[in-house]
């Protein structure tokens, strides 16, 4: 039987400023999840896709990672693609829409002011993504978005960041871990600016799909 990591309190005390932004958005918009977000995915899955933060009007107050963010509008039509989802995204938490070998989690479960998350907070939320490694029994592919992500994933198996580089649709052959794939993160910035193409973003979940088969 798999059993289901940590996850921090929704009232978790452990980064001020992550707490009091919360405080502020509860008063804000009372009709918000407002709390660390819970990954979204079978416990079971072969792979794990690590984001950075939650989005203030999109995770942040749909309680699903990615959903109602931007970037969840290209992540989520990518995994349906790439058969590591089926339904059909609605952009809320019972759109019905569900994870197939898949499970997503942030580096930092709670929304951070402008999107920014801060080195103490990453810091304060690793012992959560150690949990999320240790309960994934199956877990072969590790997808990180973004440098945060990336980073947080080799600090948090105990490697060094200056051995082990960001670059999209790198693969990292971590020692007696998950393989590791990067990507830049699918954010509205990077799609944008063109750093991050449609076709980009699929070559690395078809990597990840040559891995697994
Ligand atoms: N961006 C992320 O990195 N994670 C989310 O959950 C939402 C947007």
Redesign the pocket.
Known sequence: MMIEPRFPEKDCPLCPRLVAFREDNQAKFPDFFNGP?PSFGGIDAEVLVV?????LK??NCTGR???G?Y??DLLYPTLKTFGFARGTYGASIDDGFELVNCR?T??VRCVPPQ?KTTAAEEKNCRPFLIDEFKAMKNLKVIVA??SV?HNAVIQTLGFKKSQWKFGHNVRHDLPEGPVLFDSY?C?RYNTNTGRLTEEMFHDVFRSVCQEIA
């Not at 984001?51 to 989005?55: I, N, Q, S």
């Open positions: 977000v984001g950075l933060a939650p989005g999109g995770a990672p990615f959903t963010d970037a969840g997503i942030n580096a999107n978005l973004g992500g993160h954010s």
